[in-house]
């Protein structure tokens, strides 16, 4: 996955080859006739074209021989620690809330899975699926199913010291796009497959999404 920068640079780039050719092939400058003046001369928009052609032809070269020559460089964000990437604002639902109080909490902060907390400490998580497959399904009423009742219980969870790189794998493996932070049993973060993404390399995150969505 590219940045949008590097897409950007990338195109201009394709657009300077393209208008070469056609110089070198006997034709004409492309550039320079879409964007001729009335006196013949290259006017402003063609030099400006051409100004970001060469700026994104000299951007891609930079990034390859970086790429090529430095490739620790590129990849050094995904080994940071999960703590840099997690998120600390918390939402949580208790074992005794209702299926309906979680079912609002995860459409008011757009998510898929709630940890399920008590007295600080992670105990479960539910996830939409638990509440579709587990209340909806079964023509259970969601104001009186505790979520005791349908959350799951096998935790899948990484540290804060942990590193970003194990955390994408975990994701991947396991095929989640949100892990609790716990430590010494306490849940202390998340961390969502965007938030991961702001700090590991493009293709790595590239590979871990492919790899949830199968």
Known sequence: MLRPFDLAARSLLIVGGLNWLSVAAGKFDLVAEATRSRHGKPSLAARAVYGAVGAGALWSLARLIE???????????????????????????????????????????????????????????????????????????????????????????VEPDGKLDEALHLMAKRQVRRLPVVEDGRLVGILAQADVAQHASDERTGETVERISR
């Open 67 to 157: 790429q090529e020559a430095f490739p620790r460089r590129s990849r050094a964000r995904a080994d940071g620690h999960v703590r840099e990437a997690m998120t600390a604002d918390l939402a949580s639902v208790e074992p005794s809330a209702t299926a309906a109080e979680a079912a609002r909490l995860l459409a008011e902060r757009d998510v898929g899975s709630l940890p399920v907390v008590e007295a600080g400490r992670l105990v479960g998580v539910v996830t939409d699926r638990d509440l579709a497959l587990r209340v909806v399904a079964e023509g259970r009423d969601p104001n009186v199913v505790r979520i005791d009742e349908i959350a799951s219980r096998e935790l899948v969870t």
